[in-house]
């Protein structure tokens, strides 16, 4: 016997029964004696039904493990709302990192340098920003447009036709997984509403960035917001 595992006795047991030319199941309900032994058969009542099935529903339990760290809290989060509408804010520092362009936009694939990133986001939407700078940011660190395209100018991103699905249970990491992994594995196509982000044309840019694999993002190039962190959390 493994240890520390509880012995489980039978409580009760539904035997389903169908019966020909009729499409509908019928279903006892049984109690078990001391040694195991069905008794007590009587039809499914509407209670023992609800019964069964709040014991069944696991929309609770996942509602509680979304966005449960998985360990410590990972060091690039910022802020967590694990409410099951809820949100995190977290941040990324430079990297390098492939993107890649819809064939109108006449951009090849490429991988380029980046600034450090804040992203803020709930299980349908994703924010997006900039940060002029390599440390940690604190509530007061004030926030650039992010340098891409499909980014509204309040720093939302256009996910376009990118089926996001989050799992309702998904785990903190899980979650920012996701995320990173739906915006850098779309397609980028367009300045939407005419908003450039940066301070300089941004298809240049990227090309430049492209040939040059040693060139650090010119962070000169960014462009200011109204924001600090302060206004995400």
Avoid at 161 to 184: C, H, P, R
């Amino acid at each position: 016997m493994t240890p520390n595992v509880p012995l489980y006795q039978p409580k009760a047991a539904l035997v389903v029964f169908t019966a020909s030319g009729f499409t509908a199941p019928y279903i006892e309900y049984y109690d078990m004696d001391e040694s195991g032994c069905p008794i007590n058969p009587h039809p499914l009542t509407v209670r023992e039904a609800q019964s069964l099935a709040k014991a069944l529903d696991t929309r609770e339990q996942a509602g509680k493990a979304f966005l449960r760290p998985e360990g410590v809290l990972p060091d690039n989060v910022l802020h967590l709302d694990p409410s099951a509408n809820g949100s995190v804010v977290w941040y990324t520092k430079p990297q390098r990192q492939t993107l890649y362009f819809a064939e109108n936009l006449g951009l090849d694939n490429g991988t380029v340098a980046l600034p450090a990133l804040v992203w803020k986001a709930t299980k349908k939407e994703l924010q997006l920003f900039a940060l002029n700078g390599k440390t940690k940011p604190k509530a007061e660190t004030p926030l650039f447009h992010a340098p891409f395209f499909n980014l509204y100018q309040k720093g939302t991103v256009c996910m376009g036709n990118v089926d996001v699905a989050i799992k309702s249970a998904a785990t903190l990491e899980e979650f920012i997984t996701a995320w990173q992994g739906y915006f850098f594995g779309s397609y980028f196509s367009h300045h939407i509403n005419e908003h450039n982000p940066i301070g300089v044309n941004l298809f240049n840019l990227y090309k430049e960035l492209m040939a040059d694999p040693e060139k650090p993002f010119p962070t000169y190039t960014l462009r200011t917001t109204p924001l600090t962190l302060n206004n995400l959390l």
